[in-house]
């Protein structure tokens, strides 16, 4: 039999019911969307945590350490000269000022305190407008950079794309707003005032010297090796035990969140397999009652001179076109619910943006799953109606 022949045969057998090859596929469907669906929304979030963060920022290390005498910026210099795997080693200072809200109302608004290089280390992204300079800072320069979101319309009034040049007042003094940073769901940032480290500390008031550490690690640094060696090297500097200092690194959480994304990918494939399972389950029961119905057609073919080879063929393709079938509306159903809870998390977490992706390997990988089902649940129908005999078979009513 020609290959055309044999698609055209199959094709006529499935579609003489249609109401039943839909129902006899759907465990199939469910099974392939809710790979698909999984899949997709985990590889649009990987994506969208990963543009929030840069691939840069990876190369990222926070240090907490505590010293009675306080830590200054030469104490920074210093660990950079011993460790000289970072770009830079910088720091920030935290305070708070009672500021005017747009609406008349006082309130007291958080203020980090920092040097220009905190902005590249820390991974923050501008907006609008520009960070402040290396002369600003030494100069206290009355000048701030604010949070994303809705922070300038509760304080100025106005759009962020309208904040820059704009001024707040600040405790007793007033200041330029020069940039407004990107909204940003996990890396922080809404809510605050970022000002020249000097202006926190003359103006603002604020002595505390610096409570955040961040390291920037040079391109091609072995993270993991470089937070031990952190970790120990501050310890000594401050005279501390290693326990007292807690050193981490933001390639630690990113591998950390692709091992978790990956568990939940294998819990939900899992979960899916037993619905493939008993979908080709459903499968086989429907080829073994199609064998039923056509014995006097397979007996027919056999008299005509279809071997048995011919009868499995046709019979295994069925079952191959309906996995098949069945996995292609579940692609479709699965990149749409993937879709639709993208917008779900949307709209339930402002500025979290899930886009789902649908990558081409995932598809192949459904496509021959959907094929190899066919193939295991199809084969044991297919061969009993190969080993039919064919007088016995022209003879059934």
């Not at 010293?67 to 000269?81: R, V, Y």
Request: glycine share 12%.
């Amino acid at each position: 039999m020609r290959i055309g022949d044999l698609f055209y045969e199959t094709w006529h057998a499935l579609s003489a019911n249609k109401g039943r090859s839909l129902l006899t596929i759907l465990g199939i469907v469910i099974g392939i969307a809710a790979v698909i669906a999984m899949t997709s929304l985990i590889a649009g979030v990987q994506n969208m945590l990963m543009g929030e963060m840069g691939l840069s920022q990876a190369r990222q290390v926070s240090i907490s350490a505590y010293s009675p005498q306080g830590i200054t910026f030469d104490d920074l210099d210093k660990l950079a000269q011993g460790m000289p795997e970072y770009e830079v080693i910088t720091g920030a200072s935290y305070a708070s000022a009672e500021v005017a809200t747009a609406d008349g109302q006082k309130n007291y608004a958080s203020i980090i305190g920092a040097r220009p290089e905190y902005f590249t280390a820390n991974g923050t992204k501008l907006k609008e407008g520009r960070f402040f300079t290396e002369s600003e800072e030494q100069n206290a320069a009355r000048l701030v950079v604010m949070g994303g979101g809705e922070m300038a319309v509760q304080m100025l009034g106005v759009p962020d794309t309208e904040a820059v040049g704009k001024t707040v007042r600040l405790g007793n003094d007033d200041y330029t707003v020069i940039g407004v940073l990107e909204t940003s769901t996990f890396m922080g940032g809404g809510g605050t005032f970022y000002a020249p480290y000097t202006t926190v500390e003359t103006r603002i008031g604020y002595t505390g010297g610096i409570q955040q550490i961040v390291g920037f690690a040079r391109e091609g640094t072995d993270m993991d090796r470089l937070v031990e060696t952190t970790q120990t090297f501050v310890a000594q500097y401050f005279n501390l035990e290693p326990e007292n200092v807690y050193v981490s690194s933001l390639d630690a959480v990113i591998k950390q969140m692709e091992t978790m994304m990956t568990s939940f990918s294998r819990l939900m494939g899992s979960v899916a397999s037993i619905s493939l399972f008993v979908g080709g389950i459903g499968i086989m029961n429907m080829m073994l009652t199609n064998v039923t119905e056509r014995i006097r057609e397979i007996g027919l073919r056999k008299s005509l001179g279809a071997r048995r080879r011919d009868i499995t063929k046709q019979f295994l393709l069925e079952a191959i076109m309906l996995c098949v079938a069945g996995g292609a509306f579940g692609i479709v159903f699965g990149f749409l619910a993937a879709w639709g809870l993208g917008q779900v998390i949307g709209a339930v977490q402002a500025g979290m943006t899930v886009t789902p992706v649908l990558a081409p390997g995932v598809v192949f990988g459904a496509v021959a799953v959907c094929v190899l089902i066919g193939v295991v649940f199809g084969y044991y129908p297919a061969r009993r109606a190969a080993k039919l005999d064919p007088v016995e078979s022209l003879r059934y009513q």
